[in-house]
């Protein structure tokens, strides 16, 4: 069975997300929803792989959810992201930067979650329940963090372009 692949295809874009987020809330300190809310998805985000882990040894995929970021601000990149993102604070390029990294951002969650589609399609095709369920939760939680970068791109869109 190529189940591990579609495994490790999963785990692999969810630790994307992951570093994306962290990434996004650096950036963008100074809008304070943004940092928080990146902080919580990161979250979501570990947690997921963290839950994918145990049917990733029995098919002999390695699923580490030690090798994402747990917060923001953690290395010295990180730190000067954050500064830099102090600095600039709210100038009208901070906008545009800000929907582009969302956007970003958006086009990989929408690659996690095709992935677990496609992961969820081989559990239910194999029978394995256990997998299936684990794959389902998780989704709906990736689909949570796109949706939530489709909303802070409506909002933001229209108050930089026109700006």
């Not at 295809?9 to 950036?27: H, I, K, M, T």
């Not at 882990?53 to 098919?59: F, Q, S, T, V």
């Not at 489709?150 to 869109?157: D, G």
Request: charged share 30%; glycine share 10%.
């Amino acid at each position: 069975m190529k189940l591990g692949l579609a495994l490790g295809d999963v785990c692999e874009a969810e630790g994307e997300v992951g570093r994306q987020l962290n990434v996004l809330g650096e950036r963008h300190k100074a809008d304070h929803d943004v940092f928080h809310l990146t902080e919580t998805l990161q979250l979501i985000a570990r947690a997921n792989i963290g839950r994918l882990a145990p049917h990733g040894e029995r098919y002999g995929v390695r699923v580490d959810a030690e090798d994402m970021p747990e917060e923001h601000g953690a290395s010295l990149l990180e730190k000067a992201r954050e500064k830099t993102s102090e600095l600039v604070g709210r100038r009208p390029e901070s906008g545009l930067l800000l929907i582009r990294d969302l956007r970003k951002l958006h086009l990989i969650y929408a690659e996690a979650s095709i992935n677990y589609v496609i992961l969820g399609q081989g559990a239910q095709a194999a029978r394995d329940r256990e997998l299936h369920e684990a794959c389902s939760g998780c989704h709906a939680q990736t689909l949570r963090g796109m949706k939530w970068t489709l909303t802070r791109i409506k909002i933001a869109a229209p108050q930089v372009l026109t700006s």
